[in-house]
């Protein structure tokens, strides 16, 4: 059996907890409320929709979030494999395997905005941790990097 060199679980940063997205959303809508019926009553009445829209896109917003932030990505690196197990949001997961020994780490340092973590190997790439910081990716590009040369010297 091979010995597990890197066991590390991605996942984006989780938004609120849904109890306080729930409150969150019912003050704003008691505030668009009051200030929706404020117009009204001075004969705006076209502003109320918007301010109900406004509501929607909130909820609609925090929902989307809330869906993202269900994804990862399990990556296991043993001296012989180098195994990515991808779970989108949405969808199946999908499994990417790469021997260690050819993997090539690829991170702008120091990491720019736009920076990707990109694993190369025969022609391949595959980026990683796309949801995380550019200053979380450098880390765990490092990390990485330090297990695949335990794994290439086991």
């Not at 704003?28 to 001075?42: I, M, P």
Request: charged letters at 20%.
């Amino acid at each position: 059996m091979n010995t597990v060199l890197l066991d590390a679980m991605l996942r984006p940063n989780p938004p609120m907890s849904r109890q306080a997205l729930l409150i969150i959303l019912i003050v704003v809508t008691l505030f668009n409320f009051a200030f929706a019926l404020s117009f009204v009553l001075r004969g705006a009445w076209p502003v109320a929709p918007f301010m109900g829209a406004d509501v929607a896109l909130l909820a609609w917003a925090f929902r989307a979030s809330r869906r993202a932030a269900r994804r990862y990505e399990h990556l296991t690196l043993t001296a012989d494999n180098l195994r990515i197990l991808r779970q989108p949001a949405k969808g199946d997961a999908d499994e990417v395997a790469f021997n260690p020994y050819w993997v090539r780490v690829e991170m702008d340092d120091p990491p720019e905005p736009w920076s990707q973590l990109t694993l190369r190997s025969h022609g391949k790439g595959l980026q990683i941790g796309s949801f995380m910081s550019p200053d979380a990716r450098a880390a765990f590009a490092c990390v990485l990097r330090s297990a695949l040369r335990r794994a290439r010297v086991s």
